[in-house]
Nanobody
Framework: QVQLVESGGGLVQAGGSLRLSCAASGRTFSWYAMGWFRQAPGKEREIVAAISRSGGNTNYAESVKGRFTISRDSAKNTVYLQMNSLKAEDTAVYYC?????????????????WGQGTQVTVSS
């Protein structure tokens, strides 16, 4: 069992930045590849970034490439999502999730553990 708790969401103006954190507890954090997802009202949940078990590989959705950065700190059992140049269309609830795999494949499948989500609102 892995427990995930996100933090760092909030209200920001367009062009601003936020850093989301996801603290993991329970089973060994380093066993899991991690992903950040988001879900806007009336839309399906989509994956925005993924990072491999080692942290050496990352992948991003086209909509956030060049603006968002995913990283992980194994010593702190935490994964981060640095979000820069935010746009109104980035407004959503953001979730972190863990999958028992090694790679950073940008997939929405196989994620077994989820956090409760944190709201990000970007005003235009």
């Amino acid at each position: 069992q892995v427990q995930l708790v996100e933090s760092g969401g909030g209200l920001v103006q367009a062009g601003g930045s936020l850093r989301l954190s996801c603290a993991a507890s329970g089973r060994t954090f380093s066993w899991y590849a991690m992903g950040w997802f988001r879900q806007a009202p009336g839309k399906e949940r989509e994956i925005v970034a993924a990072i491999s078990r080692s942290g050496g590989n990352t992948n991003y959705a086209e909509s956030v490439k060049g603006r968002f950065t995913i990283s992980r700190d194994s010593a702190k059992n935490t994964v981060y999502l640095q979000m820069n140049s935010l746009k109104a269309e980035d407004t959503a609830v953001y979730y972190c999730a863990a999958r028992f795999e090694y790679d950073a494949t940008l997939t929405r499948y196989d994620y077994k553990y989820w956090g409760q989500g944190t709201q990000v609102t970007v005003s235009s």
